[in-house]
C-alpha cells in the first residue's frame, strides 16, 4: 500500500507554513489518516454491510492484500471506516479501484458530503474526490460500495490525506526486501514470461533485462516483449514502494524459441472477430475461440486522449474474470497452432481519429506497441465512422515499418465505403496493396448497392455477395485480398444475416463459376482470400453452425 512519510514540526511552524497555504493545498505535515488503508490487517478498522468484504491476496494494487466486496439482493457491499479529522480543513479522498461498479465517497463532514464512482474496470483505478470538514467535525465515515447485481469490487491503498486528525496512521513503509523465486515461466520467439514470489510492504515491481529496466507491473509476474528469435537474455526483478527499491533479485537467463516458419497465413483463410465484452453472444477466452479460424481479429481497441492513439484493456470483469496473463498465453497458443491474432481498432463505436500526420504517428507508435506488449500479429481496420486516406495510409505504412514483413493487416469497410475506387477506404486498400493482408467488407446492416454491373441488389442474396465483390476484384485488389464478411447468426446483426449455405454459393460462384444466382461475374478468381463473421462469440452462441460449414468449405477451395 501507498503511505506517505509523516513528517513533524514545530507547532508555531506549521501555523505560519499553513498560513500561507491555499486550501486544499497539501502541506509537509499532511498525513493518511485512514487506518488499514491497504487492508494488510485483513478488515481490521472496517466494516462491510452483511459480511460482504474479505480481505484477498489477489488482485492487489500494493503490498499483499486488497479489499473485495460482493453485492448480493438488496445489499451494495458497503464497506466504511470512522476517521478522525481536524475541523475546517480539506482532505483528498482517494482509492484504488478494479472490478464491478464502485462507489467512494465520505459522510458526516459537516459541510458538503462527497462522493465519485466508476463504472466496470478490468484494471486498477484510481477514484478521487476532497472534501471541506465543518467548524465543528471531528470524525467522517468513508465509505467504498458496489452496486445491486452488479459483479464484485476490489478496492486498496485508500486515503484521506490531509491534516492531522490524531486519530493515528498506518506506520510508514519501509524499503522492501529484494524478490526471490524469479523464474522463467514461458517463452515465444520474441517475448519471456517471469513470474516471482510476493514481496511484504511492496506496491510494485521493476523488470530489468541486462541491467537496464524494461517494464513495471504491480503483479507478480511480466512479460518482456520484442525480443529477437533464438536469443538468450539475463532479468532481475527489484521491489517498490513509497519509501524506494529494493537491491535487485537473483539473475535468470530466458532464451526465446525459434521464429516461426512456413506461410504466413493458409491460401484460403477464415477471420472470425472475438469479443471483448459481453453483449448477450457466448462469453468466450481466446481459446474457446473454434479452430476454423485462421485469422482472429480481437475487437476492440480503445481511443486515447493522445489523437490517434489507441489502447487496449481487457474486459476481465465482463468476461469472467479473465486475466492479461491468461489472455497473452491463449495469443501463443493461437500462434502455436498456426493462427493469427490481431488487434481491431473502431467498431460501430470507436472513436479514433487519424486525420494527421501527428495522429498517423501515434497510431502507428501505439499498435506497435501493443504489439510487443500483447504479441499480436497485426492490426485490422473498422473505422466505421470516417477515414482519411491520406493520413491512415501514412499510419500503416509506418507500422509495417516497425513490424516487418509479417505484419497482417486487415480490413473491415461498411459495403458503401467500396462502392467506388474514389472512397477513402477503397483508395487506403489501394494505397497499401503491397503490405495489405485482406479486406472483409461487411456484407450486412447496409440495404441495397450497386454491383459491378451497375445493377441495383438487395443485401441476403447471393448475388449481392458475388456482385459487390466484383467491384474490390475489378477495382484494383488481387482475388487473395478480398474476403466476404457476414454475421455468424441474426442476432450477430440488425440485417443482412445468409445462412451458411448462401455464403458457399458465392465462394463457388466467385472462385468456381458454379451456385451463381442471376449475376454470373465475367471470370473466376481461384485465389480469393475467403470468409470473415462476426462474431465468433454469435457463431459459438449458435453451435458454432458458421465456421463448421463455411470454414471447411474456405479451406477446401482451389
Request: glycine fraction near 12%.
Amino acid at each position: 500500500m501507498s503511505i506517505r512519510s509523516r513528517f513533524r514540526v514545530g507547532a508555531v511552524t506549521a501555523a505560519l507554513a499553513l498560513a500561507f497555504l491555499p486550501a486544499g493545498h497539501a502541506s509537509a505535515a499532511d498525513v493518511n489518516n485512514a487506518k488499514n488503508a491497504g487492508f494488510e490487517a485483513g478488515l481490521s478498522n472496517w466494516t462491510c454491510s452483511a459480511n460482504s468484504g474479505t480481505a484477498v491476496s489477489s488482485p492487489v494494487h500494493g503490498g499483499a492484500t486488497a479489499l473485495r466486496a460482493t453485492p448480493a439482493g438488496q445489499d451494495n457491499a458497503r464497506c466504511t471506516q470512522a476517521v478522525a479529522v481536524k475541523p475546517n480543513s480539506t482532505y483528498t479522498l482517494s482509492a484504488w479501484v478494479q472490478g464491478g461498479y464502485t462507489y467512494l465517497g465520505a459522510t458526516g463532514t459537516g459541510t458538503t458530503d462527497v462522493s465519485t464512482w466508476t463504472p466496470d474496470s478490468s484494471s486498477w483505478k484510481q477514484l478521487s474526490t476532497t472534501f471541506t470538514t465543518g467548524a465543528s467535525t471531528t470524525s467522517v465515515t468513508v465509505y467504498t460500495h458496489g452496486w445491486y447485481g452488479q459483479a464484485a469490487y476490489y478496492a486498496d491503498d485508500l486515503s484521506v490525506y490531509g491534516p492531522d486528525g490524531g486519530g493515528g496512521t498506518d506506520p510508514s513503509p519501509t524499503v522492501p526486501a529484494a524478490p526471490s523465486g524469479l523464474a522463467v515461466s514461458g517463452t515465444s520467439s520474441s517475448s519471456v514470461s517471469l513470474a516471482w514470489n510476493t514481496v511484504s510492504g511492496a506496491t510494485g515491481y521493476h523488470v530489468y533485462r541486462g541491467g537496464t529496466k524494461v517494464t513495471a507491473v504491480t503483479g507478480t509476474s511480466a512479460t518482456v516483449t520484442g525480443l529477437a528469435a533464438s536469443t538468450s537474455y539475463s532479468f532481475q526483478v527489484t521491489a517498490t514502494n513509497a519509501a524506494g527499491e529494493s537491491a535487485k533479485s537473483g539473475a535468470v537467463t530466458g532464451t526465446t524459441t525459434a521464429g516461426p516458419v512456413g506461410p504466413a497465413l493458409p491460401k484460403h483463410a477464415v477471420t472470425g472477430y472475438w469479443q471483448n465484452f459481453n453483449n448477450g453472444a457466448a462469453v468466450q477466452k481466446l481459446a474457446d475461440v473454434q479452430s476454423q479460424y485462421d485469422i482472429i481479429a480481437v475487437a476492440f481497441a480503445d481511443a486515447t486522449s493522445t489523437p490517434g492513439a489507441v489502447t487496449f484493456n481487457l474486459d476481465s470483469a465482463g468476461l469472467g474474470g479473465y486475466t492479461v496473463d491468461q489472455f497473452k498465453a491463449d495469443i501463443r497458443a493461437k500462434q502455436a497452432a498456426g493462427k493469427k491474432v490481431i488487434v481491431s481498432v473502431g467498431g460501430e463505436r470507436g472513436t479514433v481519429a487519424v486525420n494527421d500526420a501527428a495522429s498517423a504517428t501515434n497510431f502507428a507508435n501505439s499498435v506497435y506497441a501493443l504489439m510487443q506488449e500483447y504479441g499480436f500479429d497485426g492490426v485490422d481496420i473498422d473505422l466505421e465512422n470516417g477515414l482519411n486516406a491520406t493520413y491512415m495510409t501514412q499510419a500503416l505504412r509506418s507500422l509495417s515499418a516497425k513490424a516487418g514483413s509479417s505484419l497482417v493487416i486487415t480490413m473491415a469497410p461498411q459495403t458503401i465505403d467500396m462502392q467506388s475506387t474514389s472512397n477513402s477506404y477503397f483508395r487506403t486498400a489501394l494505397n497499401i496493396k503491397d503490405i495489405l493482408t485482406v479486406v472483409n467488407m461487411q456484407y450486412y446492416n447496409s440495404g441495397s448497392m450497386l454491383g459491378c454491373d451497375g445493377k441495383v441488389y438487395s443485401q441476403g442474396s447471393v448475388d449481392f455477395l458475388t456482385a459487390l465483390a466484383c467491384i474490390q476484384l475489378e477495382g484494383g485488389l488481387a482475388p487473395s485480398q478480398v474476403g466476404l464478411g457476414l454475421p455468424a447468426s441474426t442476432r450477430g446483426a440488425g440485417s443482412g444475416y445468409v445462412a451458411p449455405s448462401v455464403v458457399n454459393s458465392a465462394l463457388d460462384c466467385l472462385t468456381k463459376g458454379t451456385g451463381c444466382g442471376s449475376f454470373k461475374p465475367s471470370r473466376t478468381y481461384p485465389e480469393l482470400r475467403g470468409a470473415m463473421t462476426w462474431s465468433t462469440n454469435w457463431d459459438a452462441t449458435a453451435g458454432n453452425a458458421w465456421s463448421n460449414a463455411v470454414g471447411p468449405h474456405v479451406h477446401a477451395l482451389p
